[in-house]
Every structure is written in C-alpha cells, then in structure tokens.
C-alpha cells in the first residue's frame, strides 16, 4: 500500500511486470470499463423522465455527473489495459495453473477463512441469534479455524462478547438484534 | 480573528483539563498507542472503529478522544517499526529503515525516546501552522461560490491522486473516480432524483462513509496482520542514556524544516501521514548532514519521520475543517464523526459553531504532552502487547469492525455492505491500488456533483462561469501543476535512465 521511497522521490522504478500482476490489471479495468458503460446508461436511464418533464435539462440531468466520471474512467483504464496486455497480461492466467496453485497459498488460505467466517457471522449468525452467543460463536469460530483453541481463546471470546454487548447495547444504547 | 481564536483556544484548553476530558484524552492516547504499534492497524481503521463509540457523548468529549487517538497511533507505529522491523502503521514505515538497525545494535530506548520527542515536536508545530493558517483560510474559504467549490473538489482528487500513486497517477485517478460513483448512491440533492438506488430504502440516504471505510480499511488490515508473522527479537530495549534535548537542539532548525514538509503534505487533499513520513526522510537522507549514513542506524532517521508524519496532522485537520476536503485518510474518518454529530465541516463551520476550531487545537496542545508521557508509560508493556497472537487479537478486531458498522444506523445493511467493500478494498490492496482517492472521491462526489450542475445552471448552461474569478484561476493553476508535474517527473526519470 505504501510507495516505495524511490517513487515518492520521482525516481524510477521499472521491474518486470509478472504476469499475475498484468493479468490482475487487465481484468479490473476490463471489469471497470464495464461498470462505466453499465453507469453511463443507468444514468442516461433514470435522467430522461426529469428531461421529458422539463424538471431538468441536459446540462443540469441527475444523471451529468456520473456519466462524465464513467467516461473518464473509460479513458483512464483503456491504456491500463492496452500496457497490460502489452506486459503479458492475459485473462488465460485465471483458468490457468499457476493461478489454481496461488489460490492454495497461506495468504489465499487466511483470505477465505477471515471471509468465510464474515460472511456467516454478517449473513446468517448476526441477523438471527443474539448478539452475545452469535459473536461468541463467531470468534470461538474463527479462531479455531485460525489454529488457536485453548481454554484462554474460549475465555477471552466469552470476555470480549460480554464486553462489547455491554459498551454497545448498556451503555450507548444502540438496539443490537436479541 | 487570529487573537480571538487564541483567546477562545484558551477557553477551551481550561475545558479540556477537566478530569472527564483529561481521561479521554488518556484513554484516546492509550489507546492510540497500543493500535499503531499492532501491525496492521493504523489511525484509519482506529479512528473508524471508535467513531460508533462517540454516538452517545458531547461532540467535544468525542473530539478529545479521536484526536488524542489520531496522535497516538502516529507515535505508536514507530514502536513496532523499531522493535521488529514491521511498521505498526504505514506512517512508520520510513522509521524503521534506521529504528530497526539501532535496535539490534542495543539502542531501541533511545531509538524510541527519539521517535516520542520527534512525534510530540511534529505535533507541537502542526499545531502552531494550524493555529495560524485555520483562520487565513476560513477568510479565504467564505468567498468561495459553486465553481470554487467544483474547482476545489477537483483539485482533491487529482492531487491526491497524483501524491496516492506517483508511480502510475492514473490508478489513483481511478480511485478517485470510483470513490466519486460511490458517491452518487442515493437521492441527490437538486431534483432528489434516485440514483443506482435500485428502490432499496436503505440506499435512499446513501452509502455510510464510516461503514465503507470499516470494510475498506479493516477488513485488508485483519488479512494482513494474520498473512505477515512477526518475531518480537528486541525484547530488552537497552538503557535510555541518550542526551535527548542537546540531541534536539543541535537538529532544531532540520525539525522545524521537516515540520514545515510535514505540514503541507498534510495539507494537501487526501496525501497524508504516510507521504509526509517519506518526503521528510527523503529530505533527510538528501540534505542533513548526516545523510549519508542513514539507513544504518542514524536517530535523524528515526526522528525525521516522526516529525514529518506527526506535523502531517494539523496539516490534515486544517483543510478538512476549513474546506470540508480532508487532508488525509484518517482526517476524513474525523470529519465523518463530526458529521454524526450534526456539524459540517466547511467555509461556514467556523461561524456556525466557533468552538470547534479551537477545541481541535487544544486537543493537539494536550496531546503533545501526553505523547511524551504516554509514550514513556506504554513503551515497556507494549512489548508484551506485541507478543499477543494475531489469531487471537484479529477475530476480536473483525467482531469491533462489524458492531462498528452496524452501530452507525442500527442497520443490519450496512454489514453487509461493509462486507462488500472489504472485499474491493482486499482487491484493490492486492493491485497497489491506494484506498486514499476513493475515500476522498466518496467525501468530494456530493460536493463536486451539486456544484458543477448549480454552476452550468445559473450560466443558463455556459461552461463560461467556470472561470469566472480570479480563486477558480488559482485552483485550476494547482490542477494543472498536479496533472502535468508528474508527467514531466516521470519523463525526466526516463531520459535520466
């Protein structure tokens, strides 16, 4: 996330692109460049009954600002992909091996259990059980399924549940679901 | 004006020592602390995480704690930066090029007495260019109309966006391009038209800020932390013995030099603590006299980032309260928290509520002292802070980041859409791309969008009335220097090479 020191000093910098990266690329953009057309018609969409009314023109449409910014984005992500591709980056790489074999690094791994856990706690525990027993459960959970049960982990899970149903729901009264 | 604020600053320095204040900003700065020295958290996610905590208390108690956090995280990044070679927060990564070496030569007290004395300096004179330039800029700010407002909001981005991603300002051009789609869910303020609300009542006001950056910066952060293992090899700190003040004062114009640097990074939209920290050590490796030997254990390297990104904060605060255009990440979570309790940051916020200012200001003044005192408390238990387990220490910061979100509207859409752009940011994290332009995008879309339809509105459609006073030339003069300053550095680069 951070620039190197040598960026931020303007100084340059030109390793090899791998091919991940340039393939990453290619599809982000490709995916953006697909949000903006999808946007620029949306907008064009939801702006014509306020033209057709004459509550609005086409210079002051609701839809004027997010079809200048969907067009530019075109045109900023247009030349990411074309230096991309130029790279070696190919859409290929995702049915490829090497990336199957990426999705089995530790990272990929800690990825899909944070996510997973998330998702079930978000989607399905948080929504439908009280809040005490569907974090307790989330955190016993997931720090499980990061390699770490003891009687220390059940502890402080038990400890850190209570504590936040008590800040939140006790103390600043926000109504958290029973 | 200037002594008024003084004055009124006064005031609110004697509020502020009351014990309930006093406590909060203890507990911020605690708190602060021990979240930057956890690798992974940084003043962001802090900040964003304790907002949902503020609901319930007086605006002032809330800025006193936020604040106090805002410092804290800033001086406690470079603890972990020093102890085990991994930044505890992005500011601190340039300090542990020459923190990490003087700790394995048996010189992390000293190293970390240098960084504390280096945060409480940088704070101390952001304070003071905040003090004086908040109310030259207000003056400035209250002659501002629609397209200064546009031009203003343009600027944001493209220089953030420039300073985000120096190496390909596009990608930070992109950021900010999204930030500003995002920006637009919701009904919108001219014909209160729906926009990419689909008729889902929970998108008619939006989508929460705070929840975005709940996602967008905690979720990347928890993955992170438990991705990277780290080794706590420091653990006795060595003896403080150094002669920290003659230290200073042989270095007190270079710290007012980088100050200065740390100050109008800050300043600039969306750029922040991170870039300052660079720049500084940038300019200390080129110019101090000493320069030469960073990067093997000098203290001017540890102490030119901890200024820099330290003064960063008055420099980010001041155009995020001034203009309502944050100066960095963090500063937009602030003005966030400002914006749940009821104030708007901007040209009329020093008129509308005048305390503010000056509440922010002395929070500043009181946290330059309690870095030094705090910094001095915590230094020693952090160590075994920083040997918790991430598995253990992760899934609890993973359950805050979902209540957090939650608490904001009670709203049981909002973790959900946290959840989503957790995972964007996660992807975004993973192509380089920097999160600062799309938050600034999110924070400038309402502005920008409502000021370039006024504008073309009242001109009867001419883009004429873009250009219409002299401020709108200054701003559009920035812009063009942000848009073509990197292009030539970059061209530069190439023929140099």
């Keep these: 996330m951070e620039a190197p020191i040598e960026q931020l000093a303007g100084a340059p910098s030109h390793p090899p692109v791998p091919k991940y990266w340039a393939a990453g690329h290619v599809l982000f953009c490709l995916v953006l460049v697909a949000l903006s057309v999808y946007v620029i018609g949306e907008s064009i969409h939801f702006s014509i009954p306020y033209v057709e009314r004459g509550d609005a023109s086409l210079i002051d449409m609701p839809g004027l600002t997010p079809i200048v910014c969907s067009i530019l984005l075109i045109a900023l992500s247009v030349p990411i992909i074309v230096k991309n591709v130029a790279a070696g980056g190919r859409l290929g790489y995702f049915v490829s091996a090497a990336f199957v074999d990426s999705l089995k690094s530790r990272e990929a791994q800690i990825f899909a259990i944070v996510f997973g856990a998330l998702l079930v706690y978000v989607g399905l525990l948080f929504p439908h059980l009280p809040y005490v027993l569907a974090t307790m459960i989330f955190l016993v959970a997931l720090m499980a399924l990061l390699k770490l049960f003891s009687w220390q982990s059940l502890v402080v899970c038990a400890a850190t549940s209570g504590t936040l149903w008590l800040i939140f729901s006790v103390f600043f009264k926000i109504n958290l679901p029973h | 004006m200037l002594l008024d604020q003084l004055a009124f600053m006064g005031q609110q320095f004697l509020f502020l020592f009351t014990p309930t204040n006093l406590l909060l900003q203890v507990l911020g700065m605690s708190v602060g602390i021990v979240m930057g020295c956890l690798p992974g958290l940084n003043a962001t996610l802090g900040l964003a995480l304790l907002t949902p905590l503020t609901f319930a208390v007086p605006t002032a108690n809330a800025i006193a704690v936020l604040m106090s956090l805002y410092v804290g995280v800033m001086f406690g990044g470079s603890i972990s930066a020093i102890l085990i070679n991994i930044p505890g927060t992005g500011s601190a990564a340039a300090t542990l090029l020459d923190g990490y070496p003087l700790a394995k030569r048996g010189q992390a007290a000293n190293a970390i007495l240098v960084s504390r004395w280096g945060s409480a300096l940088g704070c101390f004179i952001g304070l003071f260019f905040f003090v004086i330039c908040a109310p030259l800029l207000s003056l400035v700010a209250i002659n501002f109309s629609s397209p200064e407002y ?242 253990m220490l992760m899934p609890i910061i993973a359950a805050l980041v979902v209540i957090g979100a939650y608490a904001i509207k009670s709203s049981q859409f909002d973790t959900g859409a946290m959840l989503v752009f957790g995972l964007i940011g996660y992807i975004l994290s993973k192509l380089d791309f920097n999160p600062a332009p799309l938050i600034l995008g999110m924070i400038l879309g309402p502005i920008i969008d409502f000021n370039l339809r006024r504008t073309l509105m009242l001109n009867d459609g001419s883009p004429l009335g873009f250009f219409s006073n002299p401020l709108s030339f200054a701003i559009i003069a920035i812009i063009a220097a942000s848009l073509i300053i990197p292009a030539l550095r970059k061209r530069r680069a190439l023929r140099t090479a």
């Design chain 2, 150 to 391: 546009f031009w203003l909001g343009v600027m944001g981005l493209t220089v953030c966006g420039s300073f985000a991603s120096p190496d390909m300002p596009a990608k930070g051009w992109i950021g900010a391009l999204l930030g500003l789609l995002i920006s637009f869910i919701g009904i919108e303020d001219i014909q209160a038209a729906q926009r990419f609300t689909y008729g889902i009542p929970q998108l008619f006001s939006g989508v929460e800020l705070i929840s975005v950056m709940m996602g967008f910066f905690g979720i990347p952060a928890i993955i992170s932390a438990l991705h990277t293992r780290h080794v706590v090899t420091t653990e006795n700190l060595g003896k403080a013995d150094l002669n920290v003040l003659a230290f200073l004062k042989k270095n007190v114009f270079w710290i007012f030099r980088w100050s200065t640097i740390g100050v109008w990074i800050g300043a600039l939209p969306g750029v922040g603590e991170n870039v300052a920290a660079f720049m500084t050590y940038s300019d200390a490796k080129k110019n101090h006299p000493d320069g030469p030997r960073m990067g093997t254990g000098e203290y001017i390297g540890v102490v030119a980032p901890e200024v820099g990104n330290d003064s960063a904060i008055g420099g980010a605060v001041l155009p995020m309260l001034t203009l309502g255009v944050p100066g960095s990440p963090p500063a937009a979570v602030l003005m966030g928290a400002l914006m749940l309790h009821g104030l708007r940051p901007g040209p009329l916020l020093p008129t509308d509520h005048p305390e503010i200012i000056p509440q922010i200001a002395a929070t500043l003044f009181i946290g330059t002292f309690l870095t030094l005192f705090m910094g001095w408390i915590l230094t020693k238990p952090l160590v075994k802070v920083l040997k918790l387990k991430p598995q």
